[in-house]
């Protein structure tokens, strides 16, 4: 298929707009709870509380599991989607987990560009009244650790798959009926 054709052939597919969408979810969740509370500390997600300047957040626990999902995971299937549709076959191996790769790392580009562009914005959060420091972006020292976030969130699809297959046969088993039908 032409480079085109695998475009909207993309755009067309379920599977990436599930991941973008789903993916900028998750990235909202905590957002939304920082705006409502007035805080950016959100506890559980919170760890290890302190920061170590700019590279390393004190939310670190949060952005794992929200960059997992989105930019990175996001990015990585809406590459593999891609590559899939430019080669007319399903990637497997090698070529799959390089797919995810590069889109992971492209994806991530992109919205650290936009991350960058924002913070220069300097607009503040509701957190930030009473004289403490509250940008609403990300401080660009952070990037370099998104990156390395979204070598990882290649292998988020496949965690996700592994779940939801024993999340259905627990659901089977629990149900009484077979699986099989």
Same mark, same amino acid.
């Given at each position: ?7 909207? *052939? ?38 290890? $509380? ?5 590279? +390393? ?10 960059? *997992?999902?989105?930019?990175? $995971?996001? $990015? ?16 497997? $191996? ?9 889109? *992971? ?23 930030? +009244? ?52």
């Amino acid at each position: 298929m032409k480079f085109c054709g695998a475009v909207k *052939a993309t755009l067309r597919s379920k599977r990436f707009w599930g991941w973008e969408l789903w993916g900028v979810i998750f990235y909202g969740i905590p957002v939304v709870i920082r705006f409502a509370t007035g805080s950016v500390e959100i506890p559980l997600l919170n760890f290890p $509380g302190f920061w170590v300047g700019h590279y +390393i957040p004190g939310n670190m626990l949060e952005k794992v599991l929200v960059n *997992a999902f989105f930019p990175g $995971g996001a $990015g990585g299937v809406a590459a593999e989607v891609f590559v899939s549709k430019y080669k007319e076959k399903v990637v497997q $191996g090698k070529v799959k987990y390089l797919s995810r790769l590069g889109g *992971a790392l492209l994806q991530t580009a992109i919205w650290s560009a936009f991350q960058l562009w924002g913070y220069s914005l300097m607009l503040l959060g509701p957190w930030s +009244i009473g004289g403490e420091w509250g940008n609403i972006f990300e401080h660009y020292l952070v990037f370099p650790f998104n990156f390395t976030l979204a070598t990882f969130s290649i292998f988020t699809p496949d965690v996700v798959t592994f779940l939801k297959s024993i999340l259905v046969k627990a659901y089977w088993k629990l149900s009484g009926r077979s699986s099989k039908r």
